[in-house]
């Protein structure tokens, strides 16, 4: 599984949405249950499936999925 | 789709819109004097030249989402620590994802010895956990004990926090008050405690005598976190609200022991009238003294016309005292969040006497 694919699962876990709900276009907005308390949750979740840690800079940014992939993939030497 | 919103410093005329913004999501809002008063806070005076008051998530022109930084100055062993507390952390629901930004402004602010965050919900706690926040070390800060002077009203109040409609609820504890009185005068029997030679004397806190000054000068030197209790802070923290607080010296044989400060809060959605005690504070020698004086206390707020008395956090010897005049237990939920950025306190901070956690603390009676 890549890192599109997990972000995109967590996210679905977290914000209990389906998955043709999330695509690398979604952003906080379009999502009724992304708050600050589910994008810690979100963030929490992320750093265990993939064994990173972010920056707390880094969290607040990271906004929509297309940044969360992007961030993501720095942390783990993939871009 | 909402616009990316920007975050800034608040300014002393971003008043009315902070106000908007709580009356929008159900909040209440501060007086402007409130938010004046925080800006004359005595800690300035020690520290911090560039503080910030706070910060503002502004779009379209309008303040959607805001995080009240309060300075504060607290002592341990005598040196001086200085600390910045939050408070009233909102933010719009259309912009809630963009609250941790507020946040992390707010645990990255420089030159501030400790963080701390007394005003707490579930949500935010999870928030300030994030930012490595830990509960304040006092191990019953959640339990808060207290009396019944108005059974009606109190009952009423239960009602309506369970919700309860208001006529139901005013229906329903008027026909049990009778029963809940018996409850009370069972529970809250023990005998009011007298001597001739300690006494509780209402004070003015605009002429507060030197003793209280000296009082703090002692016990600032000692191995306890307290928040600063000169004379200038209690004139400074009172006069935010002076017809809500209540400041009693206690005496024995005519010699200053200490004060009790009491705050009086009209709790608008639950129509009830409670008395906090803010502040038992002083070198009362013995735990009788402190028997006798909290005895004394209840015959003042007797008189006050409210419905409850309350206590929350302090050493346990004092909790034990107030114990037997305040039977009644009902737990917090929410508890009292702080970080401390220096590694010698957070190394003395594991110590549950470390602090002495009472509403003093933080924003938890501004």
Avoid at chain 2, 43 to 54: H, Q, T
Avoid at chain 2, 242 to 266: D, N, V
Avoid at chain 2, 282 to 310: A, C, W
Wanted: hydrophobic share 45%.
């Amino acid at each position: 599984m890549d890192v599109q694919e997990k972000v995109i699962q967590v996210l679905v876990n977290i914000f209990q949405v389906s998955p043709e709900k999330i695509s690398t276009k979604t952003t906080s907005d379009d999502v009724e249950k992304w708050d600050s308390l589910n994008h810690i949750n979100m963030i929490l979740a992320l750093e265990q499936e993939l064994g990173i840690r972010y920056d707390q800079e880094q969290v607040v940014s990271m906004l929509s999925v297309r940044e969360i992939i992007d961030e993501t993939k720095g942390m783990l030497g993939l871009q | 789709m909402t616009t990316y919103p920007v975050l800034r410093e608040v300014q002393i005329n971003d008043y009315d819109k902070v106000k908007s913004l709580f009356h929008r999501i159900g909040m209440p809002s501060e007086s402007l004097e409130a938010w004046k008063a925080y800006r004359k806070s005595h800690a300035l005076k020690k520290a911090a030249k560039n503080f910030s008051f706070g910060w503002v998530l502004e779009a379209e022109s309008n303040i959607v989402g805001y995080l009240a930084n309060i300075p504060m100055m607290y002592s341990y062993q005598g040196s001086d620590v200085f600390v910045a507390a939050a408070r009233a952390y909102a933010v719009a629901p259309e912009y809630k994802s963009h609250g941790l930004k507020l946040a992390l402004r707010f645990f990255k602010q420089p030159g501030v010895t400790a963080l701390l965050c007394t005003t707490t919900n579930d949500h935010s706690a999870v928030v300030y956990k994030y930012f490595k926040a830990k509960p304040v070390p006092q191990n019953h800060y959640n339990e808060a004990l207290f009396m019944v002077f108005n059974s009606w009203r109190f009952l009423r109040a239960v009602f309506l926090k369970c919700r309860i409609p208001s006529a139901i609820a005013s229906g329903v504890a008027l026909f049990l008050a009778p029963l809940f009185k018996i409850i009370t005068i069972l529970k809250q029997r023990e005998t009011c405690s007298r001597r001739q030679d300690l006494l509780l004397k209402r004070g003015c806190v605009d002429n507060l005598g030197e003793e209280y000054d000296k009082l703090w000068t002692i016990k600032r030197e000692q191995e306890v976190f307290y928040t600063d209790r000169s004379v200038a802070v209690l004139q400074w923290r009172v006069n935010i609200a002076p017809f809500s607080y209540h400041m009693f010296g206690a005496y024995l044989k005519g010699l200053f022991l200490g004060y009790i400060l009491l705050k009086i809060e009209q709790v608008e959605h639950l129509k009830l009238k409670r008395c906090l005690i803010i502040d038992i504070f002083g070198d009362f020698k013995n735990d009788e003294n402190l028997v006798v004086l909290i005895s004394s206390l209840v015959r003042e707020v007797k008189d006050m016309s409210v419905d409850t008395l309350e206590i929350i956090g302090f050493p346990q010897a004092i909790r034990e005292a107030a114990k037997r005049f305040l039977p009644f237990k009902r737990t917090i939920t929410t508890w009292p969040y702080f970080k401390f950025i220096t590694q010698d306190l957070k190394t003395v901070c594991q110590n549950s006497d470390f602090w002495y956690v009472s509403l003093m603390d933080g924003d938890s009676s501004l």
